[in-house]
C-alpha cells in the first residue's frame, strides 16, 4: 500500500456521504471544500486538514481508504447497505452512521384533522421524501379515528391526507420549491415500481415543472393504501416520494407495528397524533424503548423532518438506522484516547 501524503497520515478523520461520491455530487461538495480551506488558511491553519478525495462509478476509492490504517475516525451519513460494510470492515477506526430507516406516524385522534393534515402534507412533499427523516408508513385504525366530537372513517382521513398533499403542491412554484429535484433516477423508478407493487394507489405520483431549471427530475408524493397484514410491502424502506397509509386493528396495533419496523429496520423519527394523554404515553414509551425520537401532535410551522443534528439527539444508536447520536458526549469524547509516556526521574 503507497504512502499517504503527509496531511492525511495518522490521526485521520474520514467523513463519509452517501456511500463513494458520485460524480455529479463533487461540484457542490468541492466549492464546500474550497471555502473551508480558504478559511483555514486565513487563519493560520494548515488547509489540508479539510481535503476531498472523489471517486467515480468507474474507479471508487471509498472503500479503500475506509479501510487504510491511517483513518482512525470515520462519520459516514448516507445508505444503510454502505453504512453497515463500513461498520463491519473499518474495524482500525472508530465508526459513526447516520444510516437510513422507515420512519413511522401513528395517528390515533386530533382535534384539529385539517391542521394535522396540513403539517403532514409539508412532512410527506419536503424535499421529494429524500430526507432520512421523512415519514413513510401511517398507521390509521381501520374503524377510523375521533375529531373533535365526531368520528372520521379510514377513508376520510385517507381523503383528507391526500387533498391536504394535493392543496399544497397545488401552485405550482411552492410545489417546485419544496419538492426540489429527485437526485437519483433509481428513486423515480422506485416510485413507479411501489405504485403497481400490491397497495391500493390513492393518489399517483405526478412530474412537476420546474420553470427556472425545465430538465430537472420532479415527482409528487404517492400516496397508497394498504392492510397492516401486508408486512412484506410496507415493512421495507422505500426511499424517495413514496406514502403508506396502513389500516390496523387499533392504535395499539399502530403503536406495535411502528415500533417493530424501527427494532428490526431503524428509524429516525416518529409522529404521533392523539388527544389521549394515555395513548401520547404508550407510543412515548414504545417508541423511546425502539430507540425513536418522538414528536407529538405537531401542527403549524414545525414538523417532524424538522430534527436538527446537534440539537434534537439525532439519530440514537439504539435502532439499524444508526450507531450514534450527533450531539451526546460520547459522540465527541470518543474521538480522544490518552497514552503515556514515562521517564525515570
Not at 492525511?8 to 474520514?14: A, F, G, S
Not at 406516524?105 to 421524501?129: E, H, P, Q, R, W
Request: with cysteine; net charge neutral.
Amino acid at each position: 500500500m503507497e504512502r499517504l501524503p503527509r496531511h492525511l497520515r495518522q490521526p485521520c478523520h474520514w467523513q463519509c456521504r452517501r456511500g463513494e461520491t458520485a460524480p455529479w455530487r463533487i461540484l457542490p461538495l468541492a466549492l464546500s471544500v474550497d471555502i473551508a480551506r480558504g478559511v483555514l488558511k486565513e487563519s493560520g491553519f494548515d488547509p489540508n486538514v479539510i481535503t476531498l478525495a472523489a471517486d467515480s462509478h468507474s474507479a471508487p476509492n471509498t472503500k479503500d481508504l475506509v479501510i487504510r490504517p491511517e483513518v482512525k475516525i470515520i462519520d459516514y451519513t448516507g445508505s444503510s447497505k454502505f453504512g453497515e460494510w463500513i461498520e463491519k470492515n473499518a474495524s482500525q477506526a472508530v465508526v459513526y452512521t447516520e444510516k437510513a430507516g422507515i420512519n413511522s406516524t401513528i395517528l390515533d385522534s386530533a382535534a384539529d384533522l385539517k391542521a394535522v393534515t396540513g403539517n403532514m402534507a409539508f412532512s410527506l412533499s419536503l424535499y421529494s421524501g429524500q430526507m432520512c427523516t421523512t415519514p413513510q408508513n401511517i398507521f390509521i385504525p381501520k374503524d377510523g379515528i375521533k375529531v373533535g366530537s365526531e368520528k372520521k372513517s379510514f377513508d376520510e382521513v385517507a381523503k383528507a391526507i391526500v387533498g391536504a398533499v394535493d392543496w399544497f403542491l397545488g401552485d405550482p412554484k411552492r410545489a417546485a420549491e419544496v419538492l426540489g429535484a429527485i437526485q437519483n433516477e433509481a428513486t423515480a423508478m422506485r416510485v413507479d415500481v411501489a405504485a403497481g407493487d400490491g397497495a391500493e394507489v390513492l393518489r399517483k405520483s405526478t412530474p412537476v415543472s420546474n420553470e427556472m431549471f425545465p430538465e430537472a427530475r420532479m415527482r409528487s408524493p404517492v400516496i397508497m393504501k394498504i392492510d397492516a397484514s401486508k408486512k412484506d410491502i410496507y415493512m421495507r424502506e422505500m426511499f424517495g416520494p413514496i406514502v403508506y397509509l396502513i389500516a390496523t386493528d387499533g392504535t395499539a396495533q399502530s403503536i406495535k407495528l411502528a415500533a417493530e419496523s424501527a427494532r428490526e429496520h431503524g428509524a429516525i423519527t416518529c409522529g404521533v397524533y392523539s388527544t389521549d394523554a394515555a395513548v401520547l404515553q404508550s407510543a412515548e414509551n414504545a417508541m423511546t424503548d425502539a430507540g425513536v425520537p418522538v414528536s407529538c401532535n405537531l401542527t403549524g410551522p414545525i414538523w417532524v423532518n424538522q430534527s436538527a443534528a446537534f440539537s434534537d439527539f439525532h439519530v440514537s444508536g439504539c435502532n439499524p438506522s444508526g450507531n450514534a447520536t450527533l450531539c451526546d458526549g460520547a459522540f465527541v469524547a470518543n474521538r480522544f484516547r490518552v497514552v503515556q509516556s514515562r521517564v525515570p526521574a
